[in-house]
């Protein structure tokens, strides 16, 4: 199992593609990506198109990266929050970055599905901005580490 630091670190940027690379750069889960540079530039491409901030203080920026099997998720807590798009004016405090392969989209979107179940519960995103240890942020922590994601019961 990888370490937390490995997939969480604390974001201090204000800036959404500063804070994209911080992301990218603390999380050595990324420095397994056959290309992390090839990785950080389509995660940036990708956020040019469309935002990624999908409401309620969460983005989950995402970009492919061939020769990867399976998705690469790492989570940044903003506590200033950051503006993503003039959509969504509230501030994400919530950044999630994902790797995963352009020919295996189904478990992209298996992985993306579980994390939604997560944070649309707003008692939950609470928990986890608190910086407190709950039984769910603990379990949620422990699928970050293991990269092994499970719909919220």
């Not at 050595?28 to 389509?42: G, I, Q, S």
């Not at 983005?59 to 998705?71: N, Q």
């Amino acid at each position: 199992m990888r370490s937390l630091e490995s997939v969480f670190c604390i974001v201090e940027e204000s800036d959404k593609h500063e804070a994209i690379d911080h992301i990218i750069a603390s999380c050595t889960l990324f420095d397994e990506l056959p290309d992390k540079k090839h990785f950080a530039d389509a995660v940036h491409r990708r956020e040019r198109i469309q935002s990624t901030g999908i409401g309620h203080g969460v983005a989950i920026a995402h970009g492919k990266c061939p020769g990867v099997d399976e998705p690469y998720i790492a989570l940044g807590i903003s506590p200033e929050g950051i503006v993503f798009d003039d959509r969504f004016p509230e501030p994400v405090h919530i950044i999630f970055v994902i790797a995963s392969s352009p020919t295996k989209e189904s478990l992209y979107l298996r992985a993306v599905a579980s994390i939604l179940s997560w944070v649309h519960d707003a008692a939950f995103r609470a928990e986890l901005l608190s910086e407190e240890e709950t039984p769910d942020v603990d379990k949620f922590f422990s699928m970050l580490r293991t990269q092994l994601f499970v719909p919220k019961a």
